[in-house]
């Protein structure tokens, strides 16, 4: 390609070099600042949801059910909130308790003994391990599927009142 500058004036190159420079940086910025402005502060529709909707994170209404009260101080969770036949994950105390049967309650390590994935959810009886497929009995956490050789272990717990405690 032709140097378009080929045969002007020294003066004149520079010039255009530099207003070609200043164009390129006036746009970067200008992208920039309204790339910045798509951010917003994140109080745009707060308070948009409607009635009784909670919001996550990103301020979009949450599909999550709403829960019973919070817990006793030292809780694992509320007896309400651990269906039978299924169970809770509570990711912060590495630990997922089930109710295999009504009136029985189960605990094991969220740590799935094939690579140490957490464990993330309980399904008709089953806890599942997202990483590698295995899955294990919600009742005493053996195997059902590999590769997972080994069980959850367990850990001990009881009801408090309508609270579920480690033991």
Request: glycine content about 14%.
């Given at each position: 390609?032709p140097?378009?500058?080929?045969?002007?004036?020294?003066e004149?190159?520079t010039s255009?070099?530099?207003?070609?420079?200043?164009a390129?940086?006036?746009?970067?910025?200008v992208l920039?600042?309204?790339a910045?402005?798509?951010c917003?502060?994140?109080?745009e529709?707060?308070g948009?949801?409607?009635?009784g909707?909670?919001?996550?994170?990103s301020?979009?209404?949450?599909?999550?059910?709403p829960?019973s009260?919070?817990?006793?101080?030292?809780?694992?969770?509320?007896?309400?909130?651990?269906p039978?036949?299924?169970?809770?994950?509570i990711?912060d105390?590495?630990i997922v308790?089930t109710?295999?049967?009504e009136g029985t309650?189960k605990?094991f390590?969220?740590?799935?003994?094939?690579?140490?994935?957490d464990?993330?959810r309980?399904?008709?009886?089953?806890v599942?391990c997202p990483?590698?497929?295995s899955?294990?009995s919600?009742?005493?956490?053996?195997?059902e599927?590999?590769p997972?050789k080994?069980p959850l272990?367990?850990?001990?717990v009881?009801v408090?009142?309508?609270?579920?405690v480690?033991?």
């Amino acid at each position: 390609m032709p140097d378009p500058d080929q045969g002007r004036p020294e003066e004149h190159a520079t010039s255009r070099r530099r207003l070609m420079t200043g164009a390129g940086a006036v746009g970067v910025g200008v992208l920039g600042a309204a790339a910045l402005a798509a951010c917003g502060t994140g109080d745009e529709g707060a308070g948009t949801a409607g009635p009784g909707a909670s919001t996550g994170p990103s301020g979009t209404p949450s599909q999550a059910p709403p829960s019973s009260p919070p817990a006793a101080e030292g809780a694992l969770a509320k007896v309400a909130d651990v269906p039978v036949g299924g169970g809770k994950v509570i990711k912060d105390q590495q630990i997922v308790v089930t109710q295999p049967e009504e009136g029985t309650f189960k605990a094991f390590a969220t740590v799935c003994t094939h690579k140490g994935c957490d464990v993330d959810r309980v399904e008709d009886g089953t806890v599942f391990c997202p990483c590698h497929g295995s899955a294990f009995s919600a009742a005493d956490g053996s195997v059902e599927r590999g590769p997972a050789k080994r069980p959850l272990s367990e850990q001990a717990v009881k009801v408090e009142g309508d609270s579920i405690v480690k033991a």
